[in-house]
C-alpha cells in the first residue's frame, strides 16, 4: 500500500503514519507513507541552499512553516489560545536561550581571500584548487570538473560559480580570467546521482582529450562504490588491457570526523590492493619519481596541503604520459587552521613530492612515526602538547608507487629510531596493510629488521568504515595518537 500525506498538514502526516503502523502489523505487507514536502534549511547544519537556488527558496522562505500553520488552525479552531502558545515557546526559548548565552565567548575569524594573495601567506584548499585550474587556463588547457555539487563544493568551500540572489543569473569567474576567453576552456558541471554514468563519461572523455584535465569528483568519498565497475574494469586496468592511457583525476573526500559509516572513508584499501606496485622489489629510481609512476598502473595520494594539492593537479597535463590519480581529500580539514601554504610553496615544483618529518631535534630520535593524511595534524599537534622532542612525524604524501627511496631516507635519518605506522582508519582498511610489507622491505634492505619491526597504531579491525556513535568516534581518534606517543615500546596497537 502507497499512502500520499502533506507535509504542511501535521495531523495527516501522523494520521497517515499510524495507518501505515496498523497495516503493516495486520497484514503483514508493506507499507509506503510518502510525506510530500520540501526542504527548508538546506541539507545540513553547514549547507546554505539560497547560494545556488535563490528563487526557489525565495518562495519557500515567504511560506509559513508546518509550525505556524499548524499553530493557526489549533488557534481557528478554538483548541488552544495565544497565551498557551507563548508558555510553550518560552520554555524552549529559554533552554535554546541558555545555550546561546554561553557560545557569546566564541568570535568567529572573518575570513578574507584577498590577503591570502596581498600577503602570500595562508593559502587555503579552495584558492589552490582556483589557482591549480586558472594557471593550467593560462597555459592554453582545457579544465573539466564534474560530480554532485560541484559547483559550490559539498562542504560550501569551492563556488566556481555564483548565483545573482535576485535574478538567479550565474557567473562563472574562472571563465573571465582571460580577455575573449572561450567559455569550453573551464566546464563545471553539477552531476546527477548516477556516480557510474558520470564517472564513465569522464573516463571516455580524458581519453579521448587527453590535453584536458578531467576530474571528477565524488559528493562523499563512499559514494564512489556506485561507481565499482568503472574502477575494476576500466582506470585500474584499462591501459593494461587496451594501452589506452587516461590522465582521469578523482577525487574521494576522506577523513574520519564523526559522521558514520556511510560518509567517513573512500577505502583507500580497496584502491591499493589493486596497484600493481611490487612489495617486495625496490624498483629503479628516477630523482622525479617519473619512470615509477610511468611503470604503475596509477597514482593515489593522501595530500594535506593545499600546496601539494596544485602540484599533483598541474603535474597531471605537464607529464608527457597519462596516468590515473586518486586523491583523498579533506573535508572539516579543508578550512583547519594549519592545512595553509605560502604562496612560495607553489613554485617548488620538485619539493612536493617530497616527505615531510617534523621533529625538533636531528638526533637522540626515539620513535619515528610515519602517517598519511589528516592524523599527522593530530599528531603534530599532540607532540607539540605533550612535548615529544624524541618524536619525529613523517607523514607520506605518494601512496602508490611507493616512494621508496625517500622512505629509506628517513629510516637512514633516524637510524635507531623504532617506526610506527599510525592511521586513523580500522587495521583492515586503510594504508596500512599496504604499507606494512613495503616498509619490511626497505627495513630489510637497510638492515634495520622486518615488517614485524613496523609497529601498528589505529583502530582494531572492523566491518564497518566508521562507528555511528560520536563518543566513540572521539575515543577511536584520540587513543592511537595519545598511544603512537607514548615513551615506552608498543606491543599492544588498540
Known amino acids: 500500500m502507497l499512502l500520499f500525506s502533506n507535509g504542511d498538514d501535521l495531523e495527516a502526516v501522523v494520521h497517515a503514519c499510524e495507518l501505515a503502523a496498523e497495516w503493516r502489523q495486520i497484514f503483514h505487507s508493506d507499507v509506503v507513507v510518502d510525506i510530500v514536502c520540501y526542504r527548508r534549511f538546506g541539507h545540513n547544519e553547514i549547507d546554505e541552499p539560497s547560494f545556488t537556488q535563490p528563487k526557489m527558496y525565495q518562495i519557500i522562505l515567504s511560506h509559513p512553516s508546518a509550525l505556524e500553520i499548524y499553530q493557526k488552525k489549533l488557534l481557528e479552531s478554538g483548541q488552544i489560545t495565544q497565551e498557551d502558545i507563548n508558555r510553550i515557546q518560552n520554555n524552549v526559548n529559554s533552554i535554546l536561550n541558555e545555550e546561546f548565552m554561553e557560545s557569546k565567548d566564541y568570535v568567529p575569524k572573518r575570513r578574507d581571500w584577498l590577503p591570502m ?8 584548499w579552495a584558492i589552490a584548487e582556483a589557482l591549480a585550474f586558472a594557471t593550467l587556463h593560462m597555459e592554453g588547457n582545457h579544465v573539466r570538473l564534474s560530480g554532485q555539487d560541484v559547483e559550490r563544493g559539498t562542504f560550501s568551500h569551492r563556488h566556481f560559480v555564483l548565483h545573482n540572489q535576485e535574478t538567479g543569473e550565474k557567473y562563472c569567474p574562472l571563465d573571465n580570467i582571460l580577455l575573449n576567453q572561450n567559455e569550453e576552456m573551464f566546464t563545471v558541471n553539477n552531476g546527477s546521482l548516477s556516480e557510474f554514468g558520470v564517472l564513465g563519461f569522464e573516463l571516455g572523455y580524458s581519453m579521448e582529450n587527453p590535453n584536458s584535465l578531467v576530474i571528477w569528483e565524488a559528493q562523499f568519498s563512499d559514494f564512489a562504490n ?25 577525487l574521494l573526500p576522506h577523513e574520519y570526523d564523526g559522521q558514520g559509516p556511510e560518509h567517513s572513508s573512500a577505502q583507500m584499501e580497496y584502491f591499493l590492493q589493486m596497484s600493481n606496485d611490487n ?54 580539514f579543508l578550512r583547519h587552521k594549519d592545512c595553509k601554504s605560502n604562496l612560495s610553496e607553489f613554485d617548488d615544483v620538485e619539493g612536493h613530492q617530497d616527505q615531510s618529518c617534523h621533529s625538533d631535534l636531528e638526533e637522540g630520535i626515539r620513535h619515528l612515526v610515519l602517517c598519511s593524511g589528516k592524523i599527522y595534524y593530530k599528531l603534530d599537534e599532540a607532540r607539540k602538547k605533550f612535548n615529544g622532542t624524541d618524536v619525529a612525524i613523517c607523514r607520506v604524501k605518494q601512496l602508490c608507487p611507493f616512494p621508496y627511496d625517500l622512505i629509506q631516507r628517513e629510516l637512514k635519518r633516524y637510524s635507531n629510531a623504532e617506526v610506527t605506522w599510525c592511521q586513523e582508519e580500522p587495521m583492515n582498511m586503510g594504508a596500512y596493510s599496504y604499507i606494512a610489507p613495503r616498509l619490511g622491505t626497505v627495513m630489510k634492505t637497510l638492515v634495520r629488521g622486518t615488517v614485524e619491526d613496523v609497529k601498528y597504531v589505529g583502530r582494531a579491525p572492523s566491518a564497518a568504515t566508521a562507528t555511528s556513535f560520536y563518543q566513540v568516534h572521539v575515543k577511536g581518534q584520540t587513543e592511537p595518537v595519545e598511544k603512537a606517543l607514548q615513551l615506552e615500546t608498543i606491543n599492544n596497537p588498540f
Not at 593515489?300 to 599533483?312: D, E, K, L, R, S
Request: aromatic letters at 10%; charged letters at 20%; a neutral charge.
Open 279 to 332: 612489495p617486495f622489489v625496490i624498483p629503479e629510481m628516477a630523482p622525479t619519481l617519473r619512470k615509477q609512476i610511468q611503470e604503475c598502473n596509477w597514482q593515489i595520494v593522501n595530500v594535506i596541503t593545499p600546496a601539494n594539492y596544485f602540484h599533483v593537479l598541474r603535474c597531471q597535463i605537464h607529464r608527457d604520459f597519462r596516468k590515473p590519480l586518486i586523491v583523498m581529500a579533506p573535508k572539516n
Open 117 to 124: 594573495i596581498e600577503t602570500e601567506e595562508g593559502i587555503d
Open 226 to 250: 556506485g561507481a565499482q565497475v568503472i574502477f575494476d574494469q576500466f582506470l585500474s586496468s584499462g591501459e593494461s588491457k587496451w594501452l589506452r592511457q587516461t590522465g582521469l583525476v578523482v
